[in-house]
Structures are given as C-alpha cells and as structure tokens.
C-alpha cells in the first residue's frame, strides 16, 4: 500500500483541463461552431475573433488530432456538464469488495458455523468472499486435511456460488475466491 506523508492525504484526481482562448498554442485549428456544425480549418486567431463575436469561448476539445479541433462553447457550462456526468457515473457503479474469512486446519464446528453465517451475508449483499487458511508450524504437514476444510466450508455454503479462483497455496497460505452464481 501506498503511503502518502503529506498530511495523511492521497493526491486528489486532477480534472481534464481543456486550452481555451489565448491559451491555444496551435497555429490553426478546426473549427466547430456552437450548433455542431463544422467550419474548417482556421487561423487560431480569426477563430478567437469569431468565438468572441458571438459571446463564446474557443475551446480545444481534442488536442493530438492534425490540426487540432476547437469548439465555441461557453467554457463554465462546459465544466459543469463534464462534473454532473461523472457524479452521475460514479454513483451508478457499484464497489464490490472481496471479504476475508479466515478459517484454520482444526477449526470447531460451532466456528465454521459462524464464519459460514458471516459470509452467506457477505454473498447476500454481492460481495465476493477469500476464503484462507494460514498454516503454521506442524500444520504444513496436513496440506490435505486444510484443503478438506476448505472445500467442505464451500459446499456447505446454502447460496448458490461459483469458485472465481481455485484452491491454491502461496507460501503458508491456503486461499480460493468464491462469489454468487449469476442468475
């Protein structure tokens, strides 16, 4: 994990920042006027005069294209249509976490009971679930017996799951990755 010491606080995302007005630095772009009708290429200059004349700005809405496409656009409105469309986007997607449930090789009954209660919620609300098992000491000996709970654990699930990734150790550490059945 990344650690950011700059008062505890990860960077914030920058905005797409458009040139606009003098800020062009191309010789000459093409130009699209306000009903998205297409101009041609013009000097930078006489498109600024024009854009002004109408009370726009020119804005350069694609930078790497030959010459460069420009638009007449009001640039505040510009932003906030750009800002409202991606809070609607963000509150549309939907955060999938994967939650742990730890198990060990001796586990009691009544304990793979709650962990298997704990984790139909997790299901229940969508989430995928990483089932583990950490060996320790005299515990790498039983790599089957810990492979056994784990498969048991699975099956005994009561929602209808699918294995996303298979049983596999990595190092002392026994994990698949279980999610629900898409209906």
């Known amino acids: ?24 630095r191309a010789p000459e772009v093409q130009v699209i006027d306000e009903q998205r009708k297409m101009l041609g290429v013009m000097q930078t200059a006489k498109a600024l005069a024009m854009a002004k004349e109408k009370g726009y700005d020119l804005v350069v809405v694609s930078p790497k294209t030959q010459p460069p496409v420009a638009k007449f656009t009001d640039y505040g409105k510009m932003q906030y249509e750009q800002e409202k469309l991606l809070r609607k986007q963000k509150s549309k997607q939907k955060n999938l976490e994967i939650k742990g449930i730890r198990l060990s090789a001796k586990i009691s009954e009544h304990d793979m009971e ?15 679930i990483k089932v583990e098992i950490i060996l320790r000491g005299r515990e790498h000996k039983h790599i089957p017996l810990a492979r056994e709970v784990i498969t048991n654990f699975i099956n005994n699930l009561s929602i209808d799951t699918v294995v996303e990734q298979e049983l596999k150790k990595q190092g002392s550490k026994l994990t698949a990755v279980v999610a629900t059945k898409k209906s």
Not at 3 to 20: I, S
């Open 114 to 128: 709650m962990r298997k209660k704990q984790a139909e919620k997790f299901l229940e609300k969508g989430h995928k």
């Open 1 to 24: 994990m990344r650690r950011y010491y700059k008062f505890g606080r990860r960077p914030k995302k920058q905005k797409v920042k458009y040139p606009t007005n003098e800020g062009i």
